[in-house]
């Protein structure tokens, strides 16, 4: 009977043990996933951020919406845009996809 005893405590030790083995595996990937998907997101939004806060009036830009057209007028939290000759609308910063060199298209993804 104390022999039944001791094989029962036996596999209790090492399920401690080997819940320490899992442990590593699981920070490892964490730490390929935040060097493979995270780190570059965050530099993406970094240089973008910079993108918008060097916009000034003149400057053509692509906004998420789809719309294009040209700065006229730079606020601490917008711009006014001219989408048309004297169109004039107001909007956010946030929203500027790309800004689009003079004399260039934009680049723009087909529908899928």
Do not use: C, D
């Not at 104390?2 to 490892?28: D, F, H, R």
């Amino acid at each position: 009977m104390t022999g039944w005893m001791v094989a029962q405590a036996a596999p209790a030790a090492g399920a401690a043990g080997s819940g320490m083995g899992m442990m590593i595996p699981m920070i490892l990937l964490f730490g390929i996933f935040y060097f493979i998907l995270i780190r570059p997101q965050q530099r993406k939004e970094k240089e973008r951020l910079k993108m918008i806060s060097e916009l000034r009036a003149g400057q053509k830009v692509l906004f998420a919406g789809g719309f294009i057209g040209t700065i006229t007028e730079a606020r601490e939290h917008t711009f006014l845009i001219e989408i048309a000759p004297k169109v004039v609308v107001e909007i956010s910063r946030n929203a500027v996809s790309q800004v689009i060199p003079e004399g260039e298209a934009a680049k723009t993804e087909p529908a899928k």
